[in-house]
């Protein structure tokens, strides 16, 4: 079956830096959509991405689909302590409208 | 807007007793979730309804999990007997869209705050 993989499992970052976490799909998606749970919260909706190769931006946060619609990354640009939390990645495949796969998430620490 | 009311927020119970979570989507949303969240662990999809249907529940133990949604709209799921491997936050998210709806963009998903279950 599906699967959805994240890495890295952890992220420790100072306060100021950029770091990238990814996000590997076994199989082709037909959309990827990114959350962001902080802790003791629920998941919150960041960004859906449909296209291959699409890029989308959301102020310090970058999103990307690979070009075969199997990978994604986030990027953060100029950490702060309010990136804190767990960014899960969830693929959804052209024959399972609205039913998505989780990676187990990259939880992000910031230290000031 | 309101958003996805749970409740409880937080259950304790014995092993093989029941429990059971309530989940009321946002208005108007045709598509319910339940997912299992164990600490340190993404989200598992338990079942998914579109209206009153279920779409998917390949991954509900069905021997001792139950959920129904009779009206379309609130939700409930039920755990009897529970297992101390039961021990999970329960996640409610509901969608605006429906299969052959407007397009991928109603699948975005917004979740409840969680019922925290501890089975001792």
């Known amino acids: 079956g599906q699967q959805v993989m994240q890495i890295p499992q952890y992220q420790h970052v100072q306060e100021g830096e950029d770091f990238t976490t990814y996000c590997n799909s076994s199989?082709?998606?037909?959309?990827i959509q990114w959350y962001k749970q902080r802790p003791g919260g629920h998941p919150v909706f960041l960004i859906q991405?449909?296209?291959?190769?699409e890029v989308k931006k959301q102020k310090r946060l970058t999103f990307q689909f690979g070009e075969a619609k199997k990978n994604s990354s986030l990027h953060i640009t100029a950490t702060q302590t309010t990136d804190v939390g767990t960014y899960f990645c969830?693929?959804?495949?052209?024959?399972?409208?609205?039913?998505?796969?989780f990676g187990a998430g990259t939880q992000v620490v910031v230290t000031p | 807007e309101a958003g996805v009311a749970q409740s409880p927020r937080y259950k304790i119970i014995e092993k093989r007793q029941s429990v059971a979570f309530w989940c009321n989507p946002i208005?108007?949303?045709?598509?319910l979730y339940w997912y299992q969240q164990i600490l340190g662990q993404g989200p598992k999809l338990l079942i998914q309804?579109?209206?009153?249907?279920?779409?998917?529940d390949s991954q509900l133990p069905k021997d001792r999990f139950s959920a129904e949604r009779l009206k379309g709209v609130d939700s409930t799921l039920k755990i009897q007997p529970a297992k101390l491997e039961d021990s999970a936050v329960y996640l409610c998210?509901?969608?605006?869209?429906?299969?052959?709806?407007?397009?991928?963009?109603?699948?975005?998903?917004?979740f409840g705050p969680g019922t925290r279950l501890l089975v001792l």
């Open positions: 199989t082709t998606l037909s959309n």
């Open positions: 969830a693929g959804s495949t052209t024959d399972s409208w609205g039913k998505f796969q």
């Open positions: 309804f579109q209206n009153n249907g279920v779409v998917d």
């Open positions: 208005s108007g949303h045709a598509t």
């Open positions: 998210a509901s969608s605006l869209d429906r299969i052959g709806g407007s397009g991928r963009a109603g699948e975005t998903q917004y």
């Open positions: 991405l449909v296209k291959s190769g």
